[in-house]
Each structure stands twice: as C-alpha cells, then as structure tokens.
C-alpha cells in the first residue's frame, strides 16, 4: 500500500488570527498544510541539530536578543512595547556572542549607508571590515559571458557584483559575523551559500521603493496592484 503523502508546509495560507495558531499557542488551531502536526519526523531531526552546543548556544542568544528587543515586559497585561532598531539588534547580538569582528558586505550602490553603518558598528566597539559588490573588478562581459545587452552601461566593460569574493575576503580578514547591506538578488545567495561565518541582514536592496521591499505589498491591493500581473517572461 502506498504511503499517504504528507501535505507540504503552508504556513503563508494559514488564516487564523496570531493567538489562534497552534504553533504559537497549544490550544490554538492547525490550517491546511501546518507543519507543527504534519511534519513531526522533520521538526525532530531539526531540533536534533541543536544538540551541537555552538548551534545551541547562538539559538539561546538569538532568542534572548528577540525578547531584548521588547520594553517592560514585566508588565500585566502585556502589550508589546518595541524599542530597537535593526542595527542595534545586530550589535548587541553580535556582543552576546562575543564576536569583535565583524564583516559588512554592502551593493556599491549603497556605500553612503555602508559608511554610516560601519561607523556605528564600530561606536560600539567591533572592528568592522568591508568589501563591496564590485571589488576584485571583474568583467561582466569577458567572465560571465553577458552580452552587451545584458550590461546595465552598455557599450563599455562592467564590473561583474562578485559576492564570493567578498565572502571570501571577509573570511580571510577574521570576520566572526557578517552582516549583509543592500546585495542583489541571487548575489546574496552566493554570499550566503560561500561564507565562513554566521551572516544577518541589515537591510535588502529595492530599486524601486527605497530599499523598503513591503511597500510593494502594502500596496498591492491599490497603487501597486501590476505586483499580482508578472510578465510572461524576465527582461
């Protein structure tokens, strides 16, 4: 007899109001596709990872640092006071964990902000080294093969974005934790998938709104309604 297949996780479609969920309360309710009650070989042989006590302990800061985030919770009854931005969360995080070295990669595009960062970082105490997306100057054109239409400056060479150096370089300088500003799509992938340290975000690039990619969904049932009619075909 053939096995039943288990539904894939559907967390995203779940319609339950936040305290009504069974993963957040254990009187709340399950929706189709909840992994809390399909997935339980899944969720043990996750939970298993953290008996590395690295994984364990860095599990353990990370979610002391969420609750951190939080004034007065002492408070009865409780209503959720937020009080840290995502800079000082990293630092402080990066504190509890005792790291002093911290590595910034950062989109060219955005190096006014990657200075301003790097000097906060830095007020705090760690020694900060970066690397931008272009560092290394390699061709687009004579390296990935792209053609000339593919080049955003077309008619003359570009730099290709290189996050494996810059993964690369900030594992060969010492870095502890990274912290990731502004990468394009796919090149956050690569620096993610080749870097030798723990790696966060600071913030994600978007062209369009600012480097605030949710506005695209606030409004996507008003100004931004095209969101839900993509094009046939990238270009």
Sequence with gaps: MAKTQKPAPACAACDYPLPAKLCVSPEGKAGKGCPTVSAEQVLAEANAAYQDPATLEFARQ????????????????Y????????????AEFARRMGYEKLGLAFCVGLAPEAALAAKILEAWGFTVFSACCKSGRTSKE????LSDEEKIFQGRDESMCNPIYQAKLLAAAGAQFNVLLGLCVGHDSLFMQHAQAPT?????????TG??????????GTYYAKV???????G
């Design 62 to 77: 990370a979610s002391r640092q969420e609750a951190a985030c939080y004034a007065n919770r002492h408070e009865r009854p």
């Design 79 to 90: 209503v959720m006071q937020p009080e840290k931005t995502r800079i000082v969360e990293i």
């Design 142 to 145: 004579g390296f990935l093969g």
């Design 200 to 208: 966060t975000v600071l913030a994600v690039k978007d062209r369009v």
């Design 211 to 220: 480097h605030n990619p949710l506005a695209a969904l606030y409004t996507s």
């Design 228 to 234: 839900f009619k993509p094009k046939t075909q990238a």
